[in-house]
């Protein structure tokens, strides 16, 4: 007897599952096919293509009417479904109702948009259908159209890279660290962005969207919650799809985030099934087409009474962009017994990560060579013990079977034209040489042969090499690498993070060959430093990658309450701020006000939740933070100076305040303090001080590296000028020279021994260089120079706890 | 299994950061790692009382922020040289909400 079959929803899903029941139960069932879109199946996977340009929508066409027509399906296409009558098993569409015996719902799901200002206007699409794909496609027509792609994702960046090979500049819009942050690491992510850009698309990370700005009810721009305007032609939203469960929910079926459907496929009505991206199976909801495969089958087994069962299965995801050689698999998040297999090729752009729960492997991330990534996903489907071929499993399975490799024997059986140094064009026999002549450190390797010079990322190789000419008679680098996550220097670090032009710490991790996958508490807030000095227009401040007192803005005590230090400048305030304190002190109960050593106040004792609105009273009252926290300017001490002393010389207290307010905001590799003494009685104490200037009836002696905490140490002259504005540039200049040179957590007086004092004054006194260095830190202070409370306090949910259950427990 | 409780959205959590939640039984850090795993544990560091909340994330690690103590996310367990462990709780993700374990919802008289 045959059944009536009726499908709502001629999608990929649907699609298979008719193939399966025409070849499983031929003839068993009479099929009703509805479709909202005026078309029957084609590959919506392949619409990606279209837009590129490398197929036609013709090619794509799963179904075509012959195909239909031999099956004996009833296309009811363009017509909507408006409603499912359950107990009278009817379906009724735009065109009237019809009968079912058995019901498949299929209807897919609805791109997410997000509500955006402005998100109604003309040019504003998704990504979903083969109406949002000619809209790209004509765009293309059109000289120097541009378009704003908000989602970082994987339809995201094939919709940008399509519009971008149709002659259409396009700029992509994330609001994640990095691209594709669900399949992708931030390793991954970042070599993928710098593949993009490197075909012109641009990409901005870490953007928030404000509103879509319009004119004449068509769209104009995306704008950014910084105020920036991106201009653009159309605005496509690629940020995640939903279920489309409008009709099942009206239809009183069980849905959650989805229709509800159990291991058979069936609803909670009976005779009404549903698979695809409109179902959740378990609380999972689906979105790659695999499991949308599985789910076919299983339907059409169910629908011709055969025992069947769904089950969720382990998928890998691949980027449909020509050149992005990109594999995701499994499950790589971080977890306890987890360990990371890491491989990076810096020179190729090439990075693997494994990662493995005891002997099995469970997720793979493969980037720039993808050949191996179907092996890997193999091993986890089928849960292979690993554990025999863990040494070379990152190698591939050419590599397996064979002795363990030992990396020092691999260099020993280099032969001597074999290129060590790709930078310089350095063999091995001509380092070989170079060490029987005398050079046994790598500092003179570079020196004689370039070797290691430049890059820096033979380095490893070069000391192998060393190892094995010099026997017991080598001892690695006596300056030991940044941290365990890396064998390099941080000298080296900052030198490749310049000479490579390294613009986030993906990158550098990448680059530089990190063997951890996310680096740890001691790299992290040193590469954020390095970054952010030396790139302060690319560079974003990643607050994660900071110690507490930085990201919060305030010193963390013994007790986890924080304190508070307003900037007094150069030490003077006024009765209004004194009134300011004394209130913020009163209203949020601080235990106790201290006068510091850098002639402020400090009050201690603050709970976490209150510094929002203590930094709004006194933000209020024209105070800014004091950065009393902070690796930047801290304080500048000085004494009251020809004002009213009757020995000052100068204007020790005017130059201080001007110093201060000239410097703060800065950020520098640790604490810098400095004093302004307005004669050699030196009341400011200047001697001790990171920079400390003594003023004198001639001019101003600018000293430098003092210390006066775990060492005690008085300032050596830097040099000697004239007037205030040279004092002024000369420090300015010689913080930069600091900031772009020195060691993150190296004081001043530390950083001066390093590289000599001689070196500072070289140059410093040079006027072109000054000026140079001068302006560079004017320039990072366009960025830096910004009051963190005013900003921060703008969301004080952000410090308050997330929840409080013990009001919960008292209900 | 254990019950769970609806905390907030996963988004209100900073990745490789923490989020403190009041319970009962004390501030307990709900940490978010690079890859969107969550974890729970007491925010209170067993070697001087460290708000752990407040510690720099990396990998399934948190290191304090008074004195450097490194702790096993998932385990608790002090790292390396130090020895000494933290309280854990159950913690997931679901639909982008972070679930927590409900016996922290406990009388005080059970702790």
Not at chain 1, 392 to 398: E, N, Q, V
Not at chain 1, 506 to 529: F, H, I, K
Request: aromatic residues 6%; proline residues 4%; contains cysteine.
């Amino acid at each position: 007897m045959t059944e009536r079959l009726v499908v709502v929803g001629a999608g990929m899903a649907s699609g298979r599952m008719l193939e399966h029941v025409f070849e499983a139960s031929p003839g068993a069932f009479e099929v009703t096919l509805f479709n909202a879109e005026p078309r029957g199946n084609y590959n919506r996977l392949m619409l990606s293509p279209v837009l590129s340009g490398e197929k036609t929508y013709a090619q794509i066409v799963t179904h075509d009417e012959a195909w239909y027509r031999a099956q004996g399906v009833t296309c009811r296409f363009g017509e909507r479904v408006l409603s499912i009558d359950t107990d009278a098993k009817t379906v009724t569409g735009e065109r009237g109702s019809l009968p079912y015996d058995k019901l498949v719902i299929a209807t897919g799901s609805d791109p997410f948009m997000i509500p955006l200002p402005g998100r109604d206007l003309q040019g504003v699409i998704a990504y979903r259908d083969l109406e949002d794909t000619e809209r790209m496609i004509a765009l293309g027509a059109r000289p120097g159209a541009r378009a704003v792609v908000i989602g970082g994702g994987l339809l995201g960046l094939e919709a940008a890279a399509g519009m971008q090979a149709r002659g259409v500049e396009v700029t992509v819009v994330h609001l994640m660290g990095h691209l594709m942050e669900r399949q992708l690491d931030p390793s991954a992510g970042y070599l993928l962005q710098k593949a993009l850009e490197a075909r012109g698309i641009r990409v901005l990370c870490k953007a928030v969207s404000q509103e879509i700005v319009g004119e004449d009810g068509h769209v104009t721009a995306l704008r950014l919650e910084d105020g920036t305007d991106l201009l653009c032609d159309l605005l496509v939203m690629a940020v995640g799809i939903r279920p489309a469960t409008a009709l099942a929910r009206a239809a009183g079926l069980a849905v959650n985030r989805g229709v509800v459907v159990d291991d058979r496929m069936a609803t909670s009505a009976a005779d009404v099934f549903a698979l695809g991206e409109c179902v959740e199976h378990e609380g999972a909801l689906f979105g790659l087409v695999a499991p949308l495969y599985d789910q076919a089958k299983v339907l059409a087994d169910t629908l011709a009474g055969r025992p069947a069962a769904f089950v969720n299965r382990e998928v890998a995801t691949k980027l449909k962009v020509t050149g992005c050689d990109l594999f995701s698999a499994g499950d790589f998040a971080e977890a306890p017994g987890r360990e990371d297999i890491v491989f990076r090729d810096p020179g190729r752009g090439i990075y693997k990560r494994l990662v493995l729960d005891g002997d099995r492997l469970v997720g793979a991330v493969l980037y720039g060579d993808t050949a191996d990534g179907a092996w890997f996903h193999g091993l986890i489907k089928d849960r292979t013990d690993v554990s025999a071929m863990r040494d070379t499993l990152i190698f591939g399975p050419a590599f397996q079977g064979g002795a363990p490799a030992d990396p020092l024997a691999a260099v020993a059986a280099l032969p001597p034209e074999a290129e060590i140094c790709g930078c310089n064009g350095v063999c091995k026999g001509r380092i070989v040489q170079a060490i029987e002549g005398g050079a046994t450190t790598v500092d003179l390797i570079r020196a004689t042969t370039k070797a290691s010079a430049s890059c820096g990322t033979c380095t490893g190789l070069v000391e192998q090499v060393m190892a094995l000419t010099l026997g017991d008679g080598f001892t690695a680098n006596a300056n030991p690498p940044m941290c365990r996550c890396t064998e390099h220097t941080h000298e080296d670090v900052r030198r490749l993070i310049k000479s490579m032009g390294l613009k986030s710490i993906p990158a550098v991790m990448q680059e530089l060959g990190w063997t951890t996958a996310g680096g740890c508490a001691s790299c992290r807030p040193a590469l954020n430093y390095y970054l952010l000095a030396d790139w302060p227009d690319d560079y974003r401040d990643d607050r994660q990658s900071r110690f507490v007192n930085e990201r919060n803005h305030a010193n963390i005590q013994k007790d986890g309450t924080y304190s508070v230090v307003p900037r007094m400048w150069g030490g003077v305030t006024t009765p209004a701020e004194l009134r300011a304190i004394a209130d913020a002190a009163d209203r949020y109960n601080v235990p106790m006000v201290k006068v510091t050593g850098g002639q402020r106040i400090d009050l201690l004792g603050v709970r976490k939740e209150d510094l929002p609105s203590i930094w709004s009273d006194l933000n209020a009252a024209g105070m800014v933070s004091g950065a009393a926290y902070a690796k930047g300017l801290r304080t500048v001490k000085t004494c009251v100076g020809s004002e009213f002393c009757r020995f000052g010389t100068q204007d020790s207290t005017g130059l201080g305040i001007r110093l201060e307010k000239l410097l703060w905001g800065s950020w520098t590799p640790a604490k810098v303090k400095l004093g302004v003494s307005g004669c050699p009685r030196n009341c400011a104490e200047a001697t001790c001080k990171d920079v400390g200037v003594v003023c004198v009836e001639s001019g101003y002696q600018i000293g430098v590296a003092g210390a006066a905490g775990m060492d005690v140490k008085e300032t050596e002259l830097l040099l000697t000028v004239p007037t205030e504005a040279e004092a002024m540039e000369v420090i300015a200049a010689f913080i930069q020279l600091y900031r772009e040179n020195a060691r993150y957590l190296h004081r001043i007086h530390k950083w001066v021994a390093k590289v000599g004092l001689d070196w500072c004054r070289d140059q410093v006194a040079d006027p072109a260089n000054r000026r140079a260095l001068y302006e560079r830190f004017l320039h990072s202070q366009t960025v830096y120079q910004a009051d963190p409370w005013a900003e921060l306090a703008r969301r004080p949910q952000d410090w308050a706890p997330i929840a409080d259950l013990t009001l919960r427990a008292a209900e | 299994m254990t019950a769970m409780i609806d905390i907030a959205a996963l988004d209100d959590i900073p990745r490789q950061g923490a989020r403190v939640v009041k319970t009962p039984l004390g501030c307990v850090a709900l940490f978010r790692t690079a890859t969107d795993e969550v974890f729970a544990m007491e925010d209170r560091c067993p070697h001087k009382a460290g708000p752990l909340s407040e510690g720099i994330v990396h990998g399934s690690q948190v290191t304090c922020p008074l004195h450097g103590w490194v702790f096993d996310l998932a385990t608790g367990r002090a790292q390396g040289a130090d020895s000494g462990a933290v309280r854990t709780f159950a913690a997931r993700t679901e639909g982008g909400r972070v679930f927590l374990d409900a016996t922290l919802l406990a009388a005080r008289s059970a702790a």
